[in-house]
T-cell receptor, first 114, second 112 residues
Framework: EAGVAQSPRYKIIEKRQSVAFWCNPISGHATLYWYQQILGQGPKLLIQFQNNGVVDDSQLPKDRFSAERLKGVDSTLKIQPAKLEDSAVYLC????????????FGNGTRLTVT | AQKITQTQPGMFVQEKEAVTLDCTYD???????LFWYKQPSSGEMIFLIY??????QNATEGRYSLNFQKARKSANLVISASQLGDSAMYFCAMRERNQFYFGTGTSLTVIP
């Protein structure tokens, strides 16, 4: 089974620029998550989708971050404008609906804001 | 309150020895799941082991076992016969309803 695909792998931008990340989950996984992982910390949930609906976006900085999951499959996460503190790894994960099913993560996008 | 607490920022273990990574959790939900993930320096998050709150026996997966003490709300990961490739960050996570909470991680270094 193909894993969670993310692109790009690395991105360097200047502050105040915009950036977008793409994620394609494992086929059939209804739930999709975007996490932010700052160096030395655990992943922090930004947004969770169930099919194409938002389940939880309480920790998404909505003044600069946006995400969508059109057609309930792949998803994009955008930052506009970026700040220095947005430098982090952005992880996408997907999951089946069973209680014991784990999150399956992509390789992440390492964002550096200069 | 923190949902997941990992109190060991860094651990060292001799190759071939066993090591225990600590994790405590906080929930009032009777149904939850506990997961451990490994994150090597390359960055990918690798699922290791799962324990359900209603599971009577401790979970095991190869060299990984989960020491589940429900009354103490702890879910420690035990790695037996450590290998050099086990050097990585290890994250404990809890699923509560459909949300996942992660700890701050433990950095494990295996010494030859």
């Amino acid at each position: 089974e193909a894993g969670v695909a993310q692109s790009p792998r690395y991105k360097i931008i200047e502050k105040r620029q915009s950036v977008a990340f793409w994620c394609n989950p494992i086929s059939g996984h209804a739930t999709l998550y975007w996490y932010q992982q700052i160096l030395g910390q655990g992943p922090k949930l930004l947004i969770q989708f169930q099919n194409n609906g938002v389940v939880d976006d309480s920790q998404l900085p909505k003044d600069r971050f946006s995400a969508e999951r059109l057609k309930g499959v792949d998803s994009t996460l955008k930052i506009q404008p970026a700040k220095l503190e947005d430098s982090a790894v952005y992880l996408c994960a997907s999951r089946e609906g069973l209680n014991n099913s784990p999150l399956h993560f992509g390789n992440g996008t390492r964002l550096t804001v200069t | 309150a923190q949902k997941i607490t990992q109190t060991q920022p860094g651990m060292f273990v001799q190759e071939k020895e066993a090591v225990t990574l600590d994790c405590t959790y906080d929930t009032s939900d009777p149904s939850y799941g506990l997961f451990w993930y490994k994150q090597p320096s390359s960055g990918e998050m690798i699922f290791l082991i799962y324990q359900g709150s209603y599971d009577q026996q401790n979970a095991t997966e190869g060299r990984y076992s989960l020491n589940f003490q429900k009354a103490r709300k702890s879910a420690n990961l035990v790695i037996s016969a450590s290998q050099l490739g086990d050097s990585a960050m290890y994250f404990c996570a809890m699923r509560e309803r459909n949300q996942f909470y992660f700890g701050t991680g433990t950095s494990l270094t295996v010494i030859p």
